[in-house]
């Protein structure tokens, strides 16, 4: 097979726009031109690529493979680019890690500090995303590494245990609730609700919880943070819930009960993810080993 990087940026152009024409446009070519190298592609493959219209155009099969593959290139591409001009500056290496909220606020502050300590010439692009887009940004080779939350499906991604959560209730200590050891989930949904923003993934987790128990939260306010989260619930603005290691961290600033949550659910497991763990740089693997559990800890990555 043969073609270069000017045939996939077309194809995919080409795919996005649905025209041959508007196509070659996006990517600076003649629609003449961009006809010759789409029929060389497909000669180079043995394989049609797309199908031709009075309408537009659409992909075949082999259209759809080359797209996936094609994406994954460029994407992997500008990633390269980015990391070579950071060696310019005169940086070693970046790492790039998309986590849950949880793992962002909770644990990997004080294990990133103590990795930045380490290696001075290494730096750390940070971003919090609910796990379903973690995973695809993993595989896409968006991100190096990815930390998801809960239950979630990771299609052909390696996994390593990072830590253990539990989910909790937070009310007032003068709410009805605060005085009892535990309550279900359900029985929480009848009083005024606290909650992170629309699109994170504790909120995204907890409406999907709402929804399987039959009905909606009543949420009087969304806050950007857990401590936000906390001080609102110790104004008597709401209940809600949030991680045990932020409840815990948090009560010793502000006073508010925590109430276990009897719901399996509850208990949520955050791995570290990626496409293939030995096939990170050196420095990558040894941040992983890094944030895994101590009781794991070096060993389980190779280095």
Sequence with gaps: MHFDITDLKLFLAISEEGSL????EKTHLSAASAS???????????????????????????????????????????????D????????????RIFASITAVAEYLPPLLSRYLAQYSDVDIDLREYPSPEIVRSVLEGKTD????????????????PFRTDRLVLVA????????????????????????LPEGTGMYEFIRRQAEQAGSALKIRIQVGNFETFCRMVEAQVGIGVIPYSAASRLGQLHRFAIIDLNDLWSLRRLHL???????????????????????????????
């Design 21 to 24: 024409t508007r196509g070659a």
């Design 36 to 82: 010759v190298r789409i029929r060389n592609l497909e000669e180079s493959i043995n394989a049609r690529l797309l199908y031709r219209s009075s309408q537009g155009v659409a992909l075949t099969p082999a259209g759809e493979t080359l797209r996936h593959h094609a994406r994954q290139l460029l994407n992997q591409m500008a990633v390269m680019r980015s």
């Design 84 to 95: 070579m001009q950071e060696h310019g500056k005169g940086i070693k290496g970046l790492v």
């Design 145 to 160: 590494l990815g930390i998801v939350a809960g239950s979630i499906t990771t299609d052909s991604l390696e996994l390593l």
């Design 172 to 195: 007032p200590v003068d709410h009805p609730l605060a005085e009892r050891k535990s309550v279900s989930f359900a029985e929480s949904m009848a009083y005024a609700q606290i909650s």
């Design 273 to 303: 993810c990626a496409r293939r763990f030995d096939r990170l740089p050196g420095y990558a693997r040894q941040l992983v080993t890094l944030l895994m559990p101590p009781s794991q800890g070096a060993g389980y990555i190779p280095v």
